[in-house]
């Protein structure tokens, strides 16, 4: 069973600095992963999808690296903003199996 | 990128009764749906898969006739919770997969989520 852990649970960061959300997941035999925003009381906003063949992935000022032997992903986030406020969770998609399992997520706070 | 609506997007109903949420993809055709549920504090668990014209595949611990999952096209997807209770509060939200066409990444887009409220 595929268990996707984030750390840290919370984050509290003044405005202005890079930080880096981790991702951990058990089983490296994954279809891809992917990273998404949720904002308080709000659905899923995709920000990056990293397939099991690709290391990284880059929007902006995000920037998602993924190590399928060591069982983890980080997420990069450059010069935060206070919109970058939120729930960031990660989601794991198995080679042949359909469901997705989701990380418990971190959440962060940009303080202007 | 592609959407995913849901409707209503914010739900109150008296305990008992039976509430209907719908999920449809706009701009693409969705082989399979999904139906997850978010507590509090907590993460994405899935409830069910469904896939069209066949019959939803429920999670472990998911009661199939308690929540009713309906999809008959390739755009949309039901979810009914059916007599409805103070503990099946909670944000639903639904997924849709889309298919590969020429090359392109089979990705899974997510609606913006049904708060549901029982009193």
């Known amino acids: 069973k595929q268990e996707v852990t984030q750390i840290p649970a919370a984050l509290s960061v003044p405005e202005g600095e890079n930080l880096v959300l981790n991702c951990s997941f058990t089983d490296s035999a994954i279809y891809n992963l992917q990273w998404f925003r949720q904002d308080p009381g709000k659905g899923l906003t995709s920000l990056l999808l990293?397939?099991?063949?690709?290391r990284e992935q880059t929007s902006g000022r995000l920037n998602a690296s993924l190590d399928k032997s060591s069982g983890r992903s980080t997420l990069y986030i450059a010069a935060s903003q206070p919109g970058d406020s939120a729930t960031y969770l990660c989601a794991v998609r198995p080679r042949g199996y359909q469901k997705v399992t989701f990380g418990t997520g971190t959440k962060l706070q940009v303080i202007p | 990128g592609a959407v995913v609506s849901q409707h209503p997007s914010r739900v109150i109903c008296k305990s008992g009764t039976s509430v209907k949420i719908e999920c449809r993809s706009l701009d693409f055709q969705a082989t399979t749906m999904f139906w997850y549920r978010q507590f509090p504090k907590q993460s994405l668990m899935l409830m069910a898969t469904?896939?069209?014209?066949?019959?939803?595949?429920?999670e472990q611990g998911v009661e199939k006739d308690k929540f009713l999952i309906n999809h008959a096209s390739l755009t949309l997807s039901t979810l009914t919770v059916t007599s409805a209770h103070p503990e099946d509060s909670s944000f639903y939200i639904c997924s849709a997969r889309a298919g590969l066409a020429g090359g392109e990444v089979e990705t899974q887009y997510f609606g913006p989520g049904t708060r549901l409220l029982v009193l």
């Open positions: 469904s896939n069209e014209g066949s019959k939803a595949t429920y």
């Open positions: 990293i397939q099991s063949s690709q």
